[in-house]
């Protein structure tokens, strides 16, 4: 399975973004996505993910009511809208996938298995 991550760029403090998460290789519906990010000098962090079949959804505290995560099993593709963005989410972004997951595991690093190469966000003040 393979990620391709694109999406990122420059926005203004209180902007919108949206970023996409292509799956290759697998059937996505198969699949738990996850977003990551890890901002300048920090360690990588849980933002979103979609649960495979079921399509549950889970998000960190820091993006809550702000970031929506959603899937297009057809296009095989997740994305991540990000709004009221703040200079504080400027970091590389990461998606993940794995085909074994249980619900308790979605914001583990360890429990995803395929990552993606992280495309870059960046939020100006």
Same mark, same amino acid.
Do not use: H
């Given at each position: =399975?393979?990620?391709?991550?694109?999406? %990122? *760029?420059?926005?203004?403090? +209180?902007? &919108?973004?949206?970023?996409?998460?292509?799956? @290759?290789?697998?059937?996505?519906?198969?699949?738990?996505?996850?977003?990551?990010?890890?901002?300048?000098?920090?360690?990588?962090?849980? =933002?979103?993910?979609?649960?495979?079949? %079921? *399509?549950?959804?889970?998000? +960190?505290? &820091?993006?809550?009511?702000?970031?929506?995560? @959603?899937?297009?099993?057809?296009?095989?593709?997740?994305?991540?809208?990000?709004?009221?963005?703040?200079?504080?989410?400027?970091?590389?972004?990461?998606?993940?996938?794995?085909?074994?997951?249980?619900?308790?595991?979605?914001? &583990?690093?360890?429990?995803?298995?395929?990552?993606?190469?992280?495309?870059?966000?960046?939020?100006?003040?």
């Amino acid at each position: =399975v393979q990620l391709q991550a694109s999406g %990122g *760029g420059l926005v203004q403090a +209180g902007g &919108s973004l949206r970023l996409s998460c292509e799956v @290759s290789g697998g059937t996505l519906r198969r699949y738990t996505v996850g977003w990551f990010r890890q901002g300048p000098g920090m360690d990588r962090n849980f =933002v979103a993910a979609t649960k495979q079949f %079921g *399509g549950e959804r889970s998000y +960190g505290d &820091s993006v809550k009511g702000r970031f929506t995560i @959603s899937r297009d099993n057809a296009r095989n593709t997740v994305y991540l809208e990000m709004s009221s963005l703040r200079p504080e989410d400027t970091a590389v972004y990461y998606c993940a996938a794995s085909s074994t997951m249980i619900s308790s595991d979605m914001a &583990s690093e360890a429990a995803y298995a395929y990552w993606g190469q992280g495309t870059l966000v960046t939020v100006s003040s």
